[in-house]
T-cell receptor, first 115, second 113 residues
């Protein structure tokens, strides 16, 4: 079974600075997807960025980018120019590319933005 | 609406009561998922539908939990004889096809007294 580990329960960053959230995972599969979701107090999970395991290039979405290290099974999220609206719980998630599309989530990192 | 709609947003029930939680997926979305999110935890998979077929229910914690999607659109998650450990946020997500990201609703917060 796949597992996802987020070792940082809480992180804080000064507004306009850069912060990196860590995620490691365990799987025996070679083809899969990794995701970062943001969950504000409204509870809705919002997709931030996704990475396909067979792609070596790290995904980027505006101020959000990932550092995907497949051999190390590491998938960190970098947020540049942090904004107050980035404050939320961030979840790393795994999905196989075979069959069931269910997501396996980590326990989350609460990100606080300091004005 | 444009997004996944869940109702009610909050539900309070006494231990032993039955509850039903509703999910309206985005129109045309084939896949539908239910997740349970305990306080301070990440969501955990409960069950998965493709159209009206329930393809995976391995995450349902007990036979008190039952989900259906009879016409391949709206889904209902039913919990019978609720217990305190059932208190959680229940999230619904839908998707268009394989390899497309899931879209989540706002969830139902269930509190069992």
């Amino acid at each position: 079974a796949q597992t996802v580990t987020q070792s940082q329960p809480e992180m804080s960053v000064q507004e306009a600075e850069t912060v990196t959230l860590s995620c490691t995972y365990d799987t025996s599969e070679s083809d899969y997807y990794l995701f970062w979701y943001k969950q504000p107090p409204s509870r809705q999970m919002i997709l931030v960025i996704r990475q396909e395991a067979y792609k070596q290039q790290n995904a980027t979405e505006n101020r959000f980018s990932v550092n995907f290290q497949k051999a190390a099974k590491s998938f960190s999220l970098k947020i540049s120019d942090s904004q107050l609206g980035d404050a939320a719980m961030y979840f790393c998630a795994y999905r196989t590319n075979f069959g069931n599309e269910k997501l396996t989530f980590g326990t989350g990192t609460r990100l606080t933005i300091i004005p | 609406g444009a997004g996944v709609s869940q109702s009610p947003r909050y539900k309070v029930a006494k231990r032993g009561q039955d509850v039903a939680l509703r999910c309206d997926p985005i129109s045309g979305h084939v896949s539908l998922f239910w997740y349970q999110q305990a306080l301070g935890q990440g969501p955990e998979f409960l069950t998965y539908f493709q159209n009206e077929a329930q393809l995976d229910k391995s995450g349902l914690p007990s036979d008190r939990f039952f989900a259906e999607r009879p016409e391949g659109s709206v889904s209902t998650l039913k919990i019978q004889r609720t217990q305190q450990e059932d208190s959680a946020v229940y999230l619904c997500a839908s998707g268009t096809a394989f390899n497309q990201p899931q879209h989540f609703g706002d969830g139902t917060r269930l509190s069992i007294l």
